[in-house]
């Protein structure tokens, strides 16, 4: 980092030697908005890919708080008055849905068609 202070002093040393104080004033700031501008775009680009990444981790993260909390319960939920009927129902709900969900259709004119494949 110091290196490259240093060199960027020594070519407006130059720059002001050779086309006077005042165009050299003028051109590295310019040049120096330039780079901020490309940094600022840069960072823009590269925020969706950022935000996409924190909110798959962030589904990761509550799949797993889920996973333990529902092992966490399970014991109680077999010793208690239901005992695997608890379990079983819900269960066999969600697997009915998600083949109703698998064989539906989608409607020609439902904008979310193509994001269940």
Not at 27 to 37: D, M, P, Q, R, S
Not at 38 to 48: E, I, K, R, T, Y
Request: proline content about 4%; charged content about 20%.
């Amino acid at each position: 980092l110091c290196g490259v202070t240093f060199l960027v002093g020594a070519a407006y040393v130059w720059v002001a030697g050779r086309y006077g104080p005042m165009a050299a004033c003028l051109g590295f700031g310019v040049g120096f908005l330039v780079i901020a501008g490309l940094l600022l775009l840069f960072h823009q680009l590269s925020a969706g890919a950022r935000a996409r990444r924190r909110a798959r981790r962030r589904n990761a993260d509550m799949k797993a708080v889920g996973i333990t909390a529902a092992l966490a319960v399970l014991p109680a939920l077999l010793k208690g008055k239901g005992g695997l009927g608890t379990i079983l129902g819900p269960a066999i709900a969600l697997a009915a849905y998600a083949i109703y969900r698998e064989n539906v259709k989608p409607d020609a004119d439902d904008p979310d068609a193509g994001e269940a494949k």
